[in-house]
């Protein structure tokens, strides 16, 4: 795992200023129009827009916007610790810490840009160690890029679990399908039980909090977005683990920054190493990778019934 070596943001949304709900924000183009928008707060990515399709992220129109408070939506940073599997902070602290920007790139008509986060007084006081991350995101096409890295750069070695909590935008919940984990091994986090996935298709029908292990193979999210059926190609390299989460209409309506019905709009499919802490020895860097690629965006002609992909909203 380590080596040496009416509420999402559309085109117009994009801050020319800078700004995005007062927080300082990178917007990034590739020259075929597609757009992301990443906030310093955090290194959190708000906005993915295709070039052929609208806003694939969900971002809650009643997320918090302030420095020491989680955004919610987007793909927030999970580091170091996942959820409350520790002692430290809930997902710990990265979401919630500004960033450096260290560069904005340009490649091969797309866009990206690279921010680090490194340990500091306050970070040390929470969890002792000494690191730098960096999260690389590249947009242009149909495709999203985000790479995350972790530098052990302390004199000691320590473990750490790390995730991308991407929230991906779906129309309708009742009408979305997650392929490709047809015979996995879960932690239930809903009644506390280890469980098998038996069917291919997973659907969402209340709440749902699942952590599969080890898996192996890409995923395809088919949803309704923006009037049509889309097919959302996730892959991930470094992440062992998935994680699947929808709130449900009960817990959602107990989420002060969520609308009670944006279970309804969203699902989480998380890039994730949980169930085996990554470990870093002084020197050595780790590198966690999930892509995520629109396909087949246009539903109409397409045979959207043999992937369980529904077209119109």
Request: glycine share 12%; proline share 6%.
């Amino acid at each position: 795992m380590a080596s040496t070596s009416p509420t999402h943001p559309s085109k117009s949304a994009a801050p020319p200023d800078g700004l995005l709900h007062g927080l300082e924000s990178i917007t990034l183009r590739a020259t075929d129009g597609a757009s992301a928008v990443v906030t310093l707060h955090g290194a959190h990515v708000v906005s993915w827009i295709p070039a052929a399709c609208g806003e694939m992220l969900y971002l809650s129109p009643r997320s918090a916007f302030a420095a020491g408070q989680a955004i919610r939506g987007g793909v927030p940073v999970i580091f170091p610790q996942f959820s409350t599997r520790g002692p430290g902070m809930r997902h710990g602290f990265a979401r919630v810490l500004p960033w450096q920007l260290v560069r904005e790139e340009q490649f091969d008509g797309g866009a990206g840009a690279v921010l680090r986060l490194t340990d500091s007084a306050a970070t040390r006081a929470a969890w002792e160690h000494r690191f730098e991350l960096q999260l690389a995101v590249r947009v242009g096409g149909d495709r999203l890029s985000l790479t995350l890295t972790c530098r052990n750069t302390g004199e000691s070695a320590f473990d750490f679990m790390a995730a991308l909590h991407t929230y991906l935008r779906t129309d309708g919940i009742e009408r979305t399908v997650l392929h490709g984990l047809g015979g996995r091994p879960y932690w239930d986090a809903v009644d506390g039980t280890g469980k098998v996935q038996q069917a291919d298709e997973l659907r969402f029908d209340g709440e749902l909090d699942r952590v599969y292990g080890a898996v192996a193979g890409d995923l395809d999210l088919c949803a309704p977005v923006a009037g049509a059926g889309r097919r959302l190609g996730i892959r991930q390299s470094g992440f062992e683990d998935v994680v699947v989460w929808n709130p449900g209409a009960v817990k959602c309506a107990g989420l002060a920054d969520m609308q009670p019905d944006g279970w309804r709009h969203m699902v989480c499919v998380e890039a994730a190493c949980i169930e085996r802490p990554c470990v870093l020895q002084p020197g050595e860097l780790w590198r966690g990778v999930q892509t995520l690629s629109l396909s087949d965006a246009d539903a109409a002609d397409k045979p959207w019934s043999q992937h369980g992909c529904v077209s119109g909203p």
